[in-house]
């Protein structure tokens, strides 16, 4: 008998058995989402086709809960159909919390990280697998103010005690992980501020003697990201603004010196009925024949969320891609309309922060505009249907950000059905 299997049978057993001064549920978690791609991520032209593509993520999760201990065990199946990839299984969430104290806890394990307005540390639930980290998670919390600090370090090879050893397993060849988030509201907690800072060390990539980019497992490059989340909400008005800064070395041993701004206004005119409007900008790097910096400005999201930002054909979740920075002026409706059906609509307006990509060639700034709209209903109290659409205007720049030859590209169009089932099964 697998550990596996011997750990589901003593949960479901400690809790048939009535386990006194404890907690046992486990929830299912089930999405299927079926979507019509013809320029989801990347532009159509009349060379490519449109596909059908069917993606599914099933969870079996355990939750554990006493006086001291918390626990929850998150098992993963998510795949698009067809797939034989057999890693798609996986352990999403195995984590362990102790409270030392009413005011002191320490998390250990596999876990989500997700804080503030999700833009430097999120969940990405859109996807199939999700993002989950292995980490130390300290957490301080008395009255109206609470505190975490993460630490992590990561190795995969033989033995594992070598920090210094080439590491292939994660983006940009990260080794450690660190952060510390502190939030506290004011006026009536009308108003909350919250301060993030993250470090993340990566190793350093060289260039041999044949010309070759490899990795220098003797040199780990650190970059810090730092600022304040600042959020306002009185009646039914709702402002919020961030503002982090990037510091550090690239992997590439560059000085880093980037920015992201993000600004938001949010009126709910009725129970039914908000709108709202922001700028987001992402700070990009001059790769201009008169540029003679060495400095890299162009600013990193980490592990935070772009699809919920940036528009949801995914056309700029990773803007340090082409490294020339984004600007996004966008407006979002969200109401309700009659059957309990929910509805949301966003334009968003992109352009470059500069008008060189990396490969060096000079653009116009004007990236186009994209619409997104999505359609929602709860049909029970643990199933939901939503279904969605997003297009996009393009430009001569788009194109040429997605490598599509000037002028061949044709009108976007996505489309998704997504169903979601969440029933708790059991619970002690």
Known sequence: MTYLKRLLLFILFAGSTGTLFAQISIDLDMRSRAGYWNGYQTLPTSETNPATIISHRSRMIFNYSSDKITGKLTLQDGRVWGESNTNSNSIHEAWIDYKFTKTISLRIGRQILSYDNKRLLAASNWSVTDISHDIALFKYKKDDFEAHLGYAVYNNGTPASKFLEQYIG????????????????????????????????????????????????????????????????????????????????????????????????????????????????????????????????TFCKIYGSGHIFLGYLDYFGTPSKHGAGLNDIFVKAKGK????????????????????????????????????????????????????????????????????????????SFAYVQLIFTPEIFKQ
């Not at 990566?202 to 730092?226: A, C, H, K, L, M």
């Open 170 to 297: 994660g983006t940009f060849n990260t080794k450690s992980l660190a952060f510390l988030w502190l939030k506290k509201p004011f006026l009536d907690k009308k108003l909350n501020v919250s301060f993030m800072g993250i470090m993340d060390g990566s190793q350093q990539i060289i260039t041999d003697i044949n010309g070759n980019s490899i990795i220098n497992p003797e040199q780990v490059n650190y970059r810090y990201t730092f600022g304040p989340y600042i959020k306002y909400k009185q009646d039914k008005l709702l402002l919020s603004v961030q503002y982090y800064l990037q510091t550090g070395k690239t992997v590439f041993d560059q000085d880093i010196k980037a920015d992201l701004l993000g600004l938001l206004a949010d009126y709910s005119f009725t129970k039914t009925f908000s709108l709202s409007a922001g700028y987001d900008y992402l700070s990009g790097t001059d790769y201009g024949p008169n540029n003679t910096s060495t400095e890299n400005n």
């Open 337 to 412: 309309l009659p059957l309990g059906i929910v509805y949301k609509v966003a334009y968003h307006n992109f352009s470059l922060d500069k008008e060189y990509l990396k490969t060096g060639e000079k653009v116009d700034k004007a990236l186009g505009s994209e619409i997104d709209i999505v359609l929602s209903y709860k049909l029970s109290k643990s199933a939901s249907i939503a279904t969605g659409y997003s297009t996009y205007f393009t430009t001569e720049s788009i194109e040429k950000i997605k490598n599509i030859t000037v002028g061949t590209s044709e009108t976007p």
